[in-house]
């Protein structure tokens, strides 16, 4: 009984600090995901971004006042098209 409630005390404070992180960070959406054989491109705060698909760092494609959405890879995955820009706030 002793080593249980020792246990359950051990998951609580090493889960607390991702509980309390998670509930004070906004939500990442990563949104309308396009795949080529290498990247994997998504909108993301208005932005169009990419990222390998092996993993590592995002790269951001675009930075404007206006929202970015709907990429798609050209057939060779070396170029990347979007649905176009709604007006920002």
Known sequence: ???RRRGLI???VLTLP???HAQAASPLLLREPALSATEI???FAGDLWTVPRSGGAAHRLTASPGNESGCHFS???KW???KGMTPGE
């Open 41 to 43: 491109c998504f909108s």
């Open 1 to 3: 009984m002793h080593l």
């Open 18 to 20: 991702s509980i309390v």
């Open 10 to 12: 051990t998951l609580a």
């Open 80 to 82: 990347v098209a979007s």
């Open 75 to 77: 057939p060779d995955g």
